[in-house]
């Protein structure tokens, strides 16, 4: 581990810091981690008690090596500047090192901890975009647990066979907007009709409020696009109620929380990566798929994780996935969060390219 050069004061780090530094995005951190001296990752550190907060800093340049001095600063809840160090030291090509720093936490409360590279400190040019992670301190420290899986769930997706294509492309019309295919284009005889009828999802872990169902709208090379909605019993007409379909626009309108580590993953792997993607990208599971899946690929640099990792932290999920492009031959890691409280939809905290396939089938 890297030397640190530390200040313990309390400030605000001024915003003109960073304005008066040019930036030139060539190196990546991983989001800071926080463990006890022993090395135990931590859902909760104890006041008064020191812990370290750590991370990798990655060289993107794949052909020279970059100087680089990185700073790690921890703000209270108020935004201010507890405690700030940084550290020196030249990347090789393609390389990364491990940086470590103590801190003390002087109350309980929440900690932000903020990481980013400059040059150097006298003519400063920005080198990463800034790394956060949150710190939770109370009166006793609390280990993190972390959960590795070699399969992912998704949910079951039953077909309404009673639908007619009529009663189908009125569904459409009601939640996918105008990017649409004519269902009215296929012949009732056609086998690939009933792809396009409504389905009801079935999830493996995930608890929504209603019954959710999700349309065929349109249709790329790799896969049907959807969109999901829910059935309400309202009035068609002025004399007429029935049950019609409500578009979902935002999927933290189906669920109450996300409560255990299948939950977080199997929302991550449906949500956003199946439907956002369009099944351009594809989750590699476990180790030994990586193994095969990378068979003759060049991979540039080495993820935290070949499995599927799940994090349980104070207020969140980290979900670890390794991502192939199909379109492309990209092979990418991506880290994502999942609130807790209620399933506000996942977005990603890091991300970046670890490799690259020459075929893309």
Not at 55 to 69: E, K
Not at 97 to 104: H, L
Not at 308 to 326: G, H, L, M, P
Request: charged share 20%.
């Amino acid at each position: 581990m890297l030397m640190v050069f530390t200040l313990v004061f309390s400030f605000v780090l001024p915003d003109t810091f960073y304005a008066n530094a040019t930036s030139i995005v060539v190196v990546d951190f991983s989001s800071p981690v926080v463990t006890d001296i022993e090395g135990n990752v931590l859902i909760q550190a104890a006041k008064d008690q020191q812990i370290v907060l750590s991370t990798t800093v990655f060289n993107n340049l794949l052909d020279h090596s970059q100087p680089y001095v990185a700073i790690m600063e921890v703000r209270d809840e108020t935004g201010i500047t507890e405690h700030i160090a940084w550290s020196s030291g030249i990347l090789q090509a393609n390389a990364n090192q491990t940086i470590g720093v103590s801190f003390v936490p002087p109350a309980e409360g929440r900690y932000t901890v903020r990481v980013f590279a400059i040059s150097d400190l006298e003519q400063p040019q920005i080198l990463s975009a800034v790394r956060e992670s949150e710190i939770r301190v109370g009166s006793e420290k609390l280990l993190q647990k972390a959960y590795v899986f070699d399969s992912y769930p998704l949910p079951t997706a039953k077909t309404l066979t009673d639908y007619t294509k009529t009663e189908a492309a009125k569904i459409q019309s009601k939640v996918c907007g105008e990017d649409v295919f004519d269902i009215s284009s296929l012949d009732d005889t056609d086998p690939n009709l009933v792809r396009w009828l409504p389905q009801e999802l079935t999830f493996s872990y995930l608890e929504p409020k209603d019954t959710v169902f999700r349309q065929g709208c349109s249709i790329n090379e790799y896969a049907i696009q959807y969109k999901h909605f829910i059935m309400q019993n309202q009035y068609e007409n002025s004399a007429i109620r029935k049950n019609l379909p409500v578009p979902v626009s935002d999927t933290n309108q189906l669920f109450r929380s996300i409560t255990s580590e299948q939950q977080a993953l199997e929302y991550v792997a449906y949500f956003s990566v199946s439907q956002n993607e369009k099944g351009i990208r594809f989750i590699i599971p476990s180790e030994q798929q990586f193994e095969s899946a990378t068979t003759g690929c060049q991979i540039e640099k080495n993820p935290s994780s070949r499995d599927i990792t799940v994090t349980e932290k104070a207020d969140d999920y980290v979900v670890e996935i390794n991502i192939f492009d199909r379109s492309t031959g990209g092979i990418y890691h991506q880290d994502w969060r999942v609130p807790k409280d209620q399933a506000y939809n996942a977005y990603p905290i890091s991300a970046f390219k670890i490799g690259q396939c020459s075929i893309v089938n």
